[in-house]
């Protein structure tokens, strides 16, 4: 019997989608992501099911929505020393187990996010610095084989707190320095959105140590399984920080800017989200200057996941694994970077919660680009396929290799949910409702307005799409 094909799924964390070479973007370079996409098919219009981290990531690896699974929104407070209070929940059906019983050796590298950020203030009192490691048991639970979790630049600025990176940035006496450099820019300081050029060299940037890692598993691996490989980059995730190599590429760019027109509050329920978006964007900080920059920063952050992508599959490529391995990339969510005079996401717009989506074949044939409805929970029903096991029970997805092959095939209608709010998308329209008092909120009419700028939910012209759209969205929620 032939060997399985490995499976290798590249997980970054809010990646915009068009912010590729392949997807047109005029400066950014990101040729590794190119090369995959010249060996696959990539899927233009792919839909998060949750525009923040972690309830994306629990659909990821059960192949369900959010609201099934029992939240809709991150866990975002410091939780101590237990996972107790998790949302995610280690009996699930999960993608890993399927895997493992199918005869697959499993690994997570890098960012996970099953539990809030370690910070045990317990710990710090006792004189004591908590390692987070001691969560690696609850996240192998979920079937991962092998497990080196790693998190956001937020957790580094932890005295009490160590991971894996913050003993190697400590070896190397950057410690001090890169937590100094975090606090400056911590959540909602003057300066987080606009970013900096991250103080410690390329080769120590957390993208860099995170790919070494996964190098590192893949050549001392004496496993004769199939692997399943959870890439797992912690970038371009805010505090939008490049290396200084990549920051001298991008210094002199000419950044053009977005569409800064700021969302409508066309009622008293959406004012309220609303205010929020803009709050957390720190809109008044977002002169035209100040925008270029961050974007200038973002840039370089992933120009840099792309080369250390390049660098794990050339690996495989020495290791003589490239031509019996399927890569996967793709994003929780999106970044608005600017657009709309917002950052980050928790909305709707294009930028936030549309994602890249790229599938290669180890055949590496080029299949162009499918412009058809794709949701991110498709990945899991793909990746099933791939290793010749079935679903985890209660999967919705569908799996995207019928496509690979005829380059249609996608929904009517995709949707994602945030909190409260459930948003949809079809061909001609995108809808927002606020699910419990089944307020319509947001309205576009994407033929005619691609960039949404004009929120007709209100419109009297409009009021059967809405009211469509609203039965579209309750059905799907009660389903």
């Known amino acids: 019997m032939a060997k399985k094909p490995n499976i290798l799924f590249i997980f970054s964390d809010q990646h915009r989608h068009d912010v590729l070479g392949c997807a047109g973007h005029p400066l950014v370079q990101t040729p590794n992501l190119d090369r995959l996409t010249d060996w696959g098919m990539r899927f233009e219009r792919a839909w998060t099911q949750c525009p923040v981290c972690m309830p994306c990531r629990a659909t990821m690896i059960t192949g369900r929505y959010t609201h099934e699974l029992g939240f809709t929104s991150n866990v975002t407070a410091d939780r101590g020393d237990t996972v107790d209070d998790s949302p995610f929940k280690p009996a699930w059906p999960t993608i890993m187990k399927q895997l493992q019983g199918g005869g697959y050796e499993t690994a997570s590298i890098g960012k996970t996010h099953y539990h809030g950020r370690p910070g045990s203030q317990e710990a710090g009192a006792r004189g004591e610095r908590f390692d ?24 580094h600025v932890q005295s009490h707190v160590k991971s894996p990176y913050m003993d190697f940035l400590e070896a190397r006496g950057l410690l001090e320095a890169h937590q100094e450099q975090i606090q400056g820019i911590y959540r909602l300081t003057p300066t987080h959105w606009r970013g900096e050029t991250s103080v410690l060299p390329q080769e120590c940037e957390l993208s860099s140590f995170i790919a070494d890692h996964a190098m590192d598993w893949l050549q001392s691996r004496d496993s004769e399984k199939p692997f399943y490989l959870h890439l797992g980059f912690v970038q371009p995730h805010v505090p939008l920080m490049d290396d200084p190599i990549w920051a001298a590429y991008y210094a002199d760019a000419d950044i053009e800017l977005p569409d800064m027109t700021m969302p409508s509050a066309t009622n008293e329920v959406w004012a309220e989200k609303v205010k929020r978006l803009k709050g957390h964007s720190q809109v008044q900080t977002m002169t035209d200057d100040f925008v270029r920059e961050g974007i200038r920063h973002y840039l370089g952050a992933v120009s840099l996941v792309d080369q250390k992508i390049g660098e794990v599959i050339d690996t495989l490529d020495k290791l003589g694994e490239l031509d019996n391995t399927w890569i996967i990339y793709s994003a929780d969510h999106g970044e608005m970077l600017g657009e709309h005079h917002l950052w980050a996401k928790h909305c709707f717009y294009e930028g936030s919660v549309q994602v890249p989506l790229i599938v290669s074949p180890p055949d590496r044939k080029s299949r162009g680009v499918c412009s058809d409805l794709t949701q991110l929970i498709d990945v899991v029903s793909t990746i099933a396929e791939i290793g010749q096991v079935a679903p985890p029970e209660g999967a919705r997805g569908q799996s995207l290799l019928p496509m690979l092959e005829r380059g249609s095939g996608g929904y009517d209608y995709v949707f994602s949910t945030i909190e409260d709010w459930t948003g949809v998308r079809n061909e001609d329209y995108r809808f927002t409702l606020h699910v419990p008092t089944e307020t319509p909120c947001e309205l576009y009419d994407l033929a005619r307005d691609p960039g949404e700028l004009n929120n007709c939910v209100e419109d009297p012209a409009y009021g059967e799409i809405v009211d469509q759209l609203k039965a579209v969205v309750l059905d799907h929620r009660a389903g």
């Open 132 to 155: 987070t490691r001691q969560f690696g048991d609850f996240v192998k639970d979920f079937g991962w084989d092998y497990v080196m979790e790693e998190y956001d630049r937020y957790g």
